[in-house]
Structures are given as structure tokens and as C-alpha cells.
């Protein structure tokens, strides 16, 4: 069984920080990449960041500049620092982790349970 585990969301004025974290947990083999995803209301889920086991990132252009990706592999965990937050960055953020289980032969998607971000104006 494997286990995603974000803290950190809340409520933050516009211009303000938030750190996410997202621990990995259970029967894990391996861990590849691993990422953030948004969905606001009526919007579909999308890429946030994401950063490979070897540390290379990837950002929505949305959120270049403002939004920094970290990983501690020890730990199996992921961040995301978030500065000058926006209202428009204001959605559910879910941790993705790509991996293989000690059980299993096969690369696969786990997902965090989401955490809320809202940013008012």
C-alpha cells in the first residue's frame, strides 16, 4: 500500500508564500518523477511542476519565476514553494508521485488526496 500525504495549503493574500509538501509512504520500490497539479472549480486538472529523480524540472508557464520545485529522495518527499501568489492560482493542489512498489513490476501514477489554495485579492 502506498501512501501520498500533502500539507501546507490554506489562505494567503494575493502577493503572499505557501510551502507545500507531499510525503510518499508504504511499499515503495522506486520513485521517479514527481509533481504538482492544480484543479480550480469548473477546470480541468493541470501541470503545476513536476522534477525528475535526477532533479530536473519542468514548470506551467503560468507559474515560472513564482513557483519552485524541490525534492528530498531520502524522504520520498516533494515541495513546492509558491510566491507572489495570485487569486487566479487559487485551486485544489494534488501531489503525483510515479513509481513502483515493492510488489509490483510496472511504472504507476499515485496521487495525493489534495490540499486547498486560496489566494484573495
Known amino acids: 500500500q502506498v501512501q501520498l500525504v500533502e500539507s501546507g495549503g490554506g489562505l494567503v493574500q494575493a502577493g503572499g508564500s505557501l510551502r507545500l509538501s507531499c510525503a510518499a509512504s508504504?511499499?515503495?520500490?522506486?520513485?521517479?518523477?514527481m509533481g504538482w497539479y492544480r484543479q480550480a472549480p469548473g477546470k480541468q486538472r493541470e501541470l503545476v511542476a513536476d522534477?525528475?529523480?535526477?532533479?530536473?524540472?519542468n514548470y506551467a508557464d503560468s507559474v515560472k519565476g513564482r513557483f519552485t520545485i524541490s525534492r528530498d529522495n531520502a524522504k520520498n518527499t516533494v515541495y513546492l514553494q509558491m510566491n507572489s501568489l495570485k487569486p487566479e492560482d487559487t485551486a485544489v493542489y494534488y501531489c503525483?508521485?510515479?513509481?513502483?512498489?515493492?510488489?509490483?513490476?510496472?511504472?504507476?501514477?499515485?496521487w495525493g488526496q489534495g490540499t486547498q489554495v486560496t489566494v484573495s485579492s
Open positions: 522534477i525528475t529523480s535526477g532533479g530536473v524540472t
Open positions: 508504504g511499499s515503495i520500490a522506486r520513485i521517479n518523477a
Open positions: 503525483n508521485a510515479v513509481l513502483r512498489t515493492t510488489w509490483g513490476t510496472t511504472w504507476d501514477d499515485y
